[in-house]
């Protein structure tokens, strides 16, 4: 899946995308989450499945091409033994996000652990388990792209503002609509 969503002001250049990756077609369920919010921003993304167990030379072939092919990050998600972040900073120098999916077993714990505990040199900025991880990761990657892009800086402090809006808008009890 590939979406060009760079058209209109404050969007990212389409050389400046993000990758979403994904260990399973299973996975995309929670990692949905990432695309809906660079989808909200106008940032272009491509989202495909990439195994790290089950076509690990597509792997090193897609990490390897990654930053010629204008990707600015790669938000990698994987469950269970989830190497799949790991290995695409390994062959990478661009960020790596990497997002837990819940497991069947272990409710996402191996999944944390398997990316969070990566060895000195190769980093994964991993998130929290499952949609927020991913939804967080994509913000992050948007935030990086912000660096560089007034007008999407803009629409990230705007995200903010109604978020705090939101906050202060609560009463409690909640009313029953």
């Known amino acids: 899946m590939s979406k060009d969503v760079s058209q209109g002001a404050g969007a990212a250049t389409p050389s ?3 990758a ?4 399973s077609q299973s996975d995309w369920p929670i990692m949905k989450f990432a695309v809906e919010q660079l989808e909200n921003f106008g940032v272009a993304y491509e989202a495909r499945v990439v195994s790290a167990h089950r076509t690990p030379e597509l792997l090193f072939e897609f990490a390897d091409s990654a930053r010629a092919n204008g990707f600015a990050a790669i938000i990698a998600g994987a469950g269970g033994a989830a190497h799949l972040p790991g290995m695409l900073a390994a062959k990478t120098t661009l960020p790596v996000l990497g997002v837990p999916v819940p497991s069947k077993y272990l409710k996402g714990m ?3 652990l398997s990316i969070v505990q990566m060895p000195k040199g190769i980093p994964v900025a991993t998130y929290a388990v499952g949609e927020a991880g ?3 990761a994509a913000l992050s990657a948007i935030s990086m792209l ?3 892009d007034e007008a999407l800086a803009e629409k990230l402090a705007e995200f903010r503002a109604n978020q705090q ?3 202060f808008a609560m009463t409690l009890p909640p009313s029953d609509d």
Request: charged share 20%; no cysteine.
């Open 16 to 18: 400046r995308k993000i």
């Open 20 to 23: 979403v990756v994904m260990g």
């Open 110 to 112: 191996d999944s944390l």
């Open 134 to 136: 991913a939804a967080n």
């Open 146 to 148: 912000a660096i560089e």
């Open 165 to 167: 809006q939101a906050v």
